[in-house]
């Protein structure tokens, strides 16, 4: 805007001159700009009404399924034992519940390290030595989907260590004010349980190093030898492997755990008649020469033990022989045998060559029969057919290699020790075959064996001066109704029964839990729905009947800075408070949901309304202003109208709360589709809006194109103007000059 000077000559207040002159186009300006205002409140107060037709619309629309009244409570004998919570499916009636175990976090506190020792301490400062002689100690970190190896290099410090742990699956943390490491796994549950174990002889001393040798690793590696006299056989034959033996005769034959050695026994007694025929025959395969040989041996040592005596020769002449009778000896005998076989038997250092070829051997065919099956999987093939035969052709070949008994073995032991699953859906152990390296995989198989049977045969001892605590991972276990169920939290769902296990229960001593209908849960749902129904309807009642303010405009600036905020506050509120009165679309949807809550509906054959549950309104002479269309309910003790009324709605809820539920279901129904109807698009209003939104819109872009126009004008009509004096006040000023000179001419 350009700078005016006015009034320098003439001492006219130009100013006042020309804002008189284009009063005329300022009022009209002013009063569109007056009308957008108006138009802005009214579209606030339309958008905030709006939300809460359609928070109603949204309410009844859950109240149409019969799973919003399926209400049920629960009661428990012990709460201190269990708690639970019943949704609609629920069967009500006492069911018994045992808790047999609660569900933990696998959680391992580390052992005191020194009070120097702080999170950038290096791990060279706690004793770990490593380096291009001794090479890296090597720990591995097995989770359920997830076996990872961490190489640990004294140069590292405490904080790099814990960050390699977190990124190996779980959650670990260094406190430097307790001075020891805390780990946990990052999901309840068995399927959260997790190991750290050594994969090396510098990886089990940097455990121990670190605090980390944890007590239950350090008892598995002991317990891996160890036999289990309580086994029917006389010893474990679980998937861990036992013990590490040579036994041998003539090398031909390597036993190499427990249950390989009565498996033998009971091979060469299957097979040891047809071996020595054919042997005699001059036809016996290798295998055959095999069993011959071995049963020999095992007859020279073990004969007089297990075999049976014959005499020969009389007196001193007399002559005793031993043999086993391998198609007569008993299951009983064949165990004892084997028990005897694992107790003379010996780790020496060719078990433990033996032991590692088996270990490479097996894994060997193993990977190699996975990899073979992944690679036939990601091959393109002509026809679905082929690629099925060929799949299943690869996986037949697997099959056959794990069900080697000596493979098996060690794929049992090696998933069950080193392995992770694919994913939490799919227990195989696919993606660890084929991700893991043979050799690698060969020396950490090879070195927790070795270590374990050295340490069970006292060739070795692990002495650590602060071991870990391990809680290890597990479900939680109930029994309800004497079926059992699990869970990795301590929170399981039955058939619509949530129960919070708390603490087990004593043994054969079952607490109950009692499901029933919850009729207050009902009644206040339908108290609450008539509450946001009651609100938004007198609300709306409130907005139609307010009070005209038709000699009340929004007020300019001039008009505002003659008046104090008090004062504008209260002027303007009295416009917004009348903006919606009379409006047709208000009326509109007041219509539409008063007469949707007055229909009647059938339900087992009888016509029923809200007044049937004794619920209605008090009219307009009973009511308080604007509250005429409300619903009360008789009985209600919050509701000082009916308070003394008979309580209907409970009696019905108690008696038949499905025909009451059904009836709601019907009437929630009806309102919904009535308001659906109402807040469908038009051309002048959007979808899910009960006013003319898109109308408004129109209307407030159309005032702002006059506001404009009209502003333009008033500055086109002011420039002209200003021109105008300022074309006066320079002949004025000329006039002036001209009369000045001529007065001093003339000696004024």
């Known amino acids: 805007m350009p700078i005016r000077l006015s009034g320098l000559a003439s001492g006219l207040d130009t100013e006042a001159i020309v804002g008189a002159l284009v009063s005329s186009y300022s009022y009209k300006k002013d009063k569109y700009v007056k009308a957008q205002t108006k138009l802005s409140w009214k579209q606030d107060a339309w958008k905030e009404l709006n939300s809460k037709v359609y928070s109603l619309y949204t309410e009844v629309g859950n109240m149409r399924y019969s799973s919003s009244y399926t209400y049920k409570k629960t009661s428990v004998s012990d709460n201190t034992k269990a708690k639970a919570t019943a949704s609609g499916t629920a069967i009500n009636g006492t069911q018994s519940l045992e808790i047999k175990q609660l569900a933990k976090t696998a959680y391992i506190t580390g052992g005191k390290l020194a009070d120097n020792i702080t999170s950038e301490s290096s791990l060279s400062e706690l004793g770990i030595s490593t380096g291009s002689a001794t090479g890296n100690a090597k720990i591995q970190v097995r989770t359920g989907t997830s076996s990872k190896t961490i190489e640990i290099d004294s140069t590292m410090n405490i904080r790099q260590f814990v960050s390699k742990l977190n990124e190996a699956g779980v959650q670990a943390n260094f406190d430097e004010k307790n001075h020891r490491f805390f780990i946990s796994s990052s999901q309840s549950g068995l399927a959260g349980d997790f190991s750290i174990s050594a994969n090396n002889s510098l990886g089990l001393t940097s455990l121990m190093k670190l605090g980390l040798l944890t007590d239950s690793e350090l008892a598995d590696i002991q317990s891996t030898v160890n036999t289990d006299e309580s086994n029917a056989s006389g010893f474990k034959t679980s998937d861990m492997v036992k013990k590490q033996l040579s036994f041998t005769a003539n090398n031909a034959v390597l036993i190499a755990d427990e249950a390989g050695m009565l498996k033998t026994l009971e091979d060469i007694k299957t097979n040891i008649a047809e071996a020595r025929a054919a042997k005699e025959a001059g036809t016996a395969t290798l295998e055959q020469d095999d069993w011959v040989r071995f049963a020999d041996a095992l007859e020279s040592k073990y004969a007089k033990t297990f075999g049976v005596a014959t005499t020969t020769g009389e007196g001193d002449e007399a002559v005793t022989t031993y043999s086993i009778d391998w198609e007569n000896i008993s299951e009983d005998q064949l165990k004892e045998f084997a028990k005897q076989m694992y107790t003379d038997a010996e780790y020496t250092e060719e078990a433990q060559d033996a032991t590692r070829k088996e270990v490479t051997s097996a894994i060997n065919a193993i990977r190699d029969k996975y990899m073979n099956l992944a690679k036939v999987k990601a091959e393109k093939y002509d026809t679905d057919a082929e690629k099925e035969a060929a799949i299943a052709q690869a996986q037949s070949e697997l099959d056959a290699t794990l069900s080697d008994r000596v493979n098996k073995k060690w794929a049992d032991y090696i998933q069950d020790t080193f392995g992770a699953h694919n994913s939490e859906t799919d227990d195989g152990y696919d993606n660890f075959w084929i991700q893991s390296d043979n050799l690698e995989l060969s020396e950490s198989v090879f070195y927790r064996v070795d270590l374990s049977s050295k340490v069970a045969l006292g060739q070795e001892e692990i002495k650590a001066s602060s071991t ?3 809680i290890n991972g597990q479900d939680a276990v109930i029994k ?8 990795d939290s301590n929170s399981i769902t039955v058939n619509g029964l949530t129960i919070e296990a708390l603490s087990e229960t004593a043994e054969g001593a079952p607490i109950s839990i009692t499901v029933s209908n919850d009729i207050d849960g009902i009644y206040d749902k339908i108290k609450d729905f008539l509450t946001s129904y009651n609100n938004l309807m007198n609300e709306m ?14 007020l300019t600036d001039d008009e505002k800075a003659e008046m104090n905020e008090d004062q504008i506050e209260k002027w ?3 416009i917004k408070d009348s903006l919606l009165r009379r409006d047709s679309s208000l009326s509109s949807i007041i219509s539409t949901m008063t007469m949707a809550m007055m229909k009647t509906y059938e339900v087992n ?6 007044s049937t549950y004794g619920i209605h309104t008090l009219g307009t002479l009973n009511s308080e202003k604007n509250e005429g269309y409300a619903y009360h309910i008789n009985g209600d003790s919050e509701d000082s109208k009916t308070s003394g009324e008979k309580d209907k709605l409970r009696v019905a809820l108690a008696e038949d709360p499905d025909a009451v539920i059904d009836f709601l279901k019907q009437v929630t129904t009806g309102l919904y589709k009535d308001l659906d109807e109402k807040m469908k698009s038009t051309s002048v209003k959007s979808v899910y809006t009960v006013y003319n939104d898109k109308e408004m819109a129109s209307e407030y872009s159309d005032y702002s194109k006059l506001i404009k126009t009209w502003q333009d004008r008033v500055t086109e009509m002011e420039d002209s103007y200003y021109k105008k ?9 000329k006039l002036q000059s001209n009369s000045s000179s001529i007065t001093q001419m003339l000696g004024g």
């Open 468 to 470: 870990a605590t391990k």
């Open 480 to 487: 309800l109704n004497g079926v059992e169920f699990t869970s």
């Open 541 to 554: 009642q409130k907005l139609y009947n307010a009070d005209s303010a038709k000699d009340y405009e929004p």
């Open 572 to 574: 303007e509120q009295k």
């Open 605 to 610: 054959g009888k016509k029923v309304s809200w």
């Open 725 to 733: 004096f300022s074309q006066m006040e320079a002949a004025l000023a």
